[in-house]
């Protein structure tokens, strides 16, 4: 996929993260409840270690609510993992975190010493709406802030917590391929990088598979159409989107696919499901194990594989 995070700030993150890490008695993992599997950052499972980790859905008003149950149960499945769901502007929820928090330290003596919590996540998942709910004060700002946030600072927050903010800047995962797609989808990733239309296509397609009948009612469809493409020019019969000559203005109905998503219009979706992330997981294997045989085979067949394969 042709999105590139610099190389630069992945390293510097990297080793931010992993010298701070070792320090924390906690992690929380802020993720998109749409997306819980492509919102992952990729880092966390291998610098974790033992440190109990709460993984936090957020933005819970805009997801499918029976799918957001299953990711809970799913992602809890791995050791000292525990995940919440949550939306923004409920404070008394967003404090459950950290009673959940004590809850998952035991042996910490908060009287004797602050728990050290560090918060993390990729970017637009809403950890500064989350700072700031916990510290009941703007401390972060949110929206459009720059890549690199500045060193970190701990924020003092009841109970004898000391809450880190991420050091640096978290990529996304961004394989397999599908991944990219629901992060673009979301607005995780900026559209520029991945096209516009394409983005919106991969939206159409899913939406036709898993969420039928609101496609049919948001855009009042006597009959839904086969496949994206058909969607998308539907839509744009609907709503009289036309390009010059009369042709279907696409880039008009993606624009309008993507905002209805992203703004709840559409209705409360899932992105993903664990069945669905399993499955991908198992083709990605498959393929690469075909091509690491296919690439095998060529190599004994014509012998003339590079770097001298054959002195082996
Ligand atoms: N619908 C919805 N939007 C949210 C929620 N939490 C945050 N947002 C929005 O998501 C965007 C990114 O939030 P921000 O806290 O800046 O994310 P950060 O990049 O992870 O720090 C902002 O426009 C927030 O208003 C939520 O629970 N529900
Ligand atoms: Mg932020």
Known sequence: MAINWFPGHMHKARKEIKKVMPQMDLIIEVLDARIPFSSENPLVPSLRGDTPLIKVLNKRDLADPEITERWQ?????ERGVRAITLTHNQRGEALDILKLAEEMT???DRQKSALRVMILGIPNVGKSTIINTLAGRPVAKTGNEPAVTRAQQAIKLPGNVLLYDTPGFLWPKLSPEACGYRLAITGAIRSAVLDFEDVALFEADYLLEAYPELVRMRYGLAELPEDGIGLMDAIA????FFARG?????????????????????????LETPEMVEREARIAAEEQAHKAAEQ???????GKKKGGGNKR
């Open 296 to 302: 095998e085979a060529r190599g004994k067949g014509t």
């Open 246 to 270: 009369g042709i279907p203005d696409l880039h008009k109905v993606a624009e309008v696919l993507l905002n209805e998503f992203r703004s709840g219009t559409l209705g409360r979706i899932s």
């Open 73 to 77: 149960q799913w992602l809890e499945k």
């Open 106 to 108: 035991p042996d910490h």
């Open 237 to 240: 019969e609907k709503r009289r």
